[in-house]
């Protein structure tokens, strides 16, 4: 299982965009990489998720360099009701489990 | 837009008694989970279930667990003698395809064991 690092807490205020990167060296072939939310008190929300290149939803972007080493979330123009934990997880189609680290801890400031 | 609901929200328990947590996974779904979040840690993965049998299961995971679908839309997990240290938030998930499809959460069923 690929081991992520990623920053233990970020501030940010409303109206910026935030950037999230996660490092995972030794990514294999298959994974993918997924991006979860949450809030305090509930369980975590699936955000985004990516192989290669870029992904963009309502929520977010995920970009991949081509290495696939690392991935980096993107929030555009954050609100207040965006502070919470996320979490960077690599995994392929085998593995039952999600493995969650300790996330980041992002906090938006008025 | 369907969820996974958890009942109840927050369970008291005295240790050694057995507990049974309850979830109504999203009904197309044929995935099923259990997590677990100790007060301040990260979500630990317990079990995973599907076409009626565990599939994958964690080390916390151990005797003192076990998990079901009595029916077609519950799913349950069981503490049989719970224990000061079983004392967390407790997350059923489910997803419809293979585990690198979105999982969705419930909102938890809070475990005091005291």
């Known amino acids: 299982l690929a081991k992520t690092t990623q920053p233990i807490s970020m501030d940010s205020y409303e109206g910026q965009e935030v950037n999230i990167t996660c490092s995972h060296n030794?990514?294999?072939?298959?994974?993918?990489i997924t991006w979860y939310q949450q809030f305090p008190s509930q369980g975590p929300r699936f955000i985004i998720q990516?192989?290669?290149t870029k992904v963009t939803n309502e929520v977010a972007s995920l970009f991949i360099p081509a290495d696939r080493k690392s991935s980096t979330l993107s929030l555009p123009r954050v609100s207040l009701s965006d502070t919470a934990v996320y979490y960077c997880l690599v995994g392929d189609s085998n593995d039952y489990k999600l493995s969650f680290g300790a996330g980041t801890t992002v906090t938006v400031r008025a | 837009e369907p969820e996974v609901t958890q009942t109840p929200s927050h369970q008291v328990t005295q240790m050694g008694q057995e507990v049974i947590l309850r979830c109504v996974p999203i009904s197309n779904h044929l995935y099923f989970y259990w997590y677990r979040q100790i007060l301040g840690q990260k979500v630990e993965f317990l079990v995973s279930?599907?076409?009626?049998?565990?599939?994958?299961k964690s080390e916390i995971f151990d005797d003192q667990f076990s998990v079901e679908r009595p029916d077609g839309s519950n799913f349950t997990l069981k503490i049989r003698s719970t224990k000061l240290e079983d004392s967390a938030m407790y997350f059923c998930?489910?997803?419809?395809?293979?585990?690198?499809?979105?999982?969705?959460f419930g909102p938890g069923t809070r475990l005091t064991v005291t």
């Open positions: 998930a489910s997803s419809w395809g293979q585990p690198d499809t979105e999982q969705y």
């Open positions: 990516g192989y290669k």
């Open positions: 030794n990514i294999a072939t298959n994974d993918y």
């Open positions: 279930f599907y076409n009626n049998e565990i599939s994958e």
